[in-house]
């Protein structure tokens, strides 16, 4: 008899008719959102999950579902999952590194773009009928090319962004991270380690790219935010909680930074409340690695790794290969 599993969010029809030729699938095309309580009962009997961010898998869900041998999530960012507690229930993880890599350096870029040269606001104040003349002033933002961005966490995506902003926008790139990257690396993406400090105080723009951790929640609040330039834009295409929303908000209303771009949110789908309200942030919907491909080639290694390990032993991207190992 094959496997079961569960596919815990719509997919792709030809992601979900793949895992059907090696699995007993229940799938959820629906994408019904279910609570922690609902995902635990779904879960029964099987012995693979596909996952998304979505989805928290930690201790107690564990302890409930005994059969579980995998989870697959469709994401290269893992903190749903309590990985600790997976390795200790025997449960193998994986996520889907590389592959979502360039698309989201460009979103990242895109990001920086729209915030540093105000699209968003001035698009709103053209549909709005509000544009009467041309003016001097109006909507003048900050320049992209020649200036100094800054990076936190120079993982793949940080140094994808790195190789577009030297090489592509002719910037000054310093990068923050907890360990070098290697000579050789550093001068292809034409990138300088710098302290935290030194990178709040000279980027113009900063974007970050660091997993969150609970060492990583709020790396950027209102303390940092006072260390950066007046003309600054801060981008966040990491994850919700990395950011103070709250003390962001403050610093965009009282100037002490120029914008934000934003992708994620502490609390998604959620939005702090007055981030809404202001003019000089722009706002996505958690769509950095929206692009069909990249969406379908993410889809396809959750896929393999699910068939990888259930079918032959063998998961492609295990985030606990220890396990395996064992
Ligand atoms: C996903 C992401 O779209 O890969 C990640 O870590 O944040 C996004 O690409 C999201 O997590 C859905 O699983």
Redesign the pocket.
């Known amino acids: 008899m094959n496997p079961k599993i569960l596919v815990a ?1 719509a997919v792709f029809p030809q992601t979900l008719a793949l895992l059907e030729q090696h699995f007993e699938v229940t799938s959820n095309q629906d994408d019904v959102l279910w609570s922690p309580a609902q995902l635990t009962e779904q879960l029964q009997g099987k012995q693979g999950a596909f ?4 989805e928290r898998i930690n201790a107690g869900l564990l302890a409930d579902c005994p059969e579980l041998r995998i989870c697959a ?6 903190n ?1 999952f309590d990985l600790e507690a997976m390795t200790a229930a025997g449960v193998l993880a994986t ?2 590194p590389d592959v ?1 890599t360039e698309t ?1 350096a460009d979103f990242g870029f895109a990001l920086i773009m729209a915030t540093a040269r105000r699209m968003a606001e001035s698009e709103r104040f053209l549909r709005a009928g509000l544009w009467n003349s041309w003016r001097y002033d109006m909507f003048a933002g900050s320049d992209v090319h020649g200036s100094t961005l800054g990076i936190l966490g120079m993982g793949r995506i940080g140094q994808a962004i790195a190789r577009r902003g030297a090489l592509g926008f002719g910037m000054k790139v310093i990068y923050h991270n907890r360990s070098r990257l290697d000579a050789a690396t550093e001068l292809a993406c034409g990138a300088t380690l710098v302290s935290k400090q030194e990178l709040l105080q000279q980027s113009d723009h900063l974007i970050l790219v660091l997993p969150y951790s609970p060492e990583a929640h709020h790396a950027i609040g209102a303390d940092e935010l006072a260390q950066m330039k007046p003309t600054a834009t801060l981008i966040n ?1 990491a ?1 919700g909680g990395i950011v103070d929303d709250a003390a962001l908000a403050v610093a965009l209303k009282q100037g002490t930074i120029a914008a934000a771009g934003l992708d ?1 949110f502490e609390g998604e789908p959620r939005v702090y409340p007055d981030l809404l309200t202001l003019p000089n942030v722009v706002l996505t919907p ?5 692009t069909l491909p ?2 379908l080639a ?1 889809a396809q290694l959750a896929a393999d790794n699910l068939i990888g390990y259930l079918v032959h032993g063998k998961a492609l991207t295990p985030l606990n290969p220890q396990l395996v190992l064992a």
Request: charged share 10%; aromatic share 4%; glycine share 8%.
């Open positions: 969010r996952t998304t961010g979505s999530n469709m994401a290269v960012g893992y749903n996520n889907t979502l989201t295409i994850r994620v958690h769509i950095a690695s929206a990249t969406r993410m």
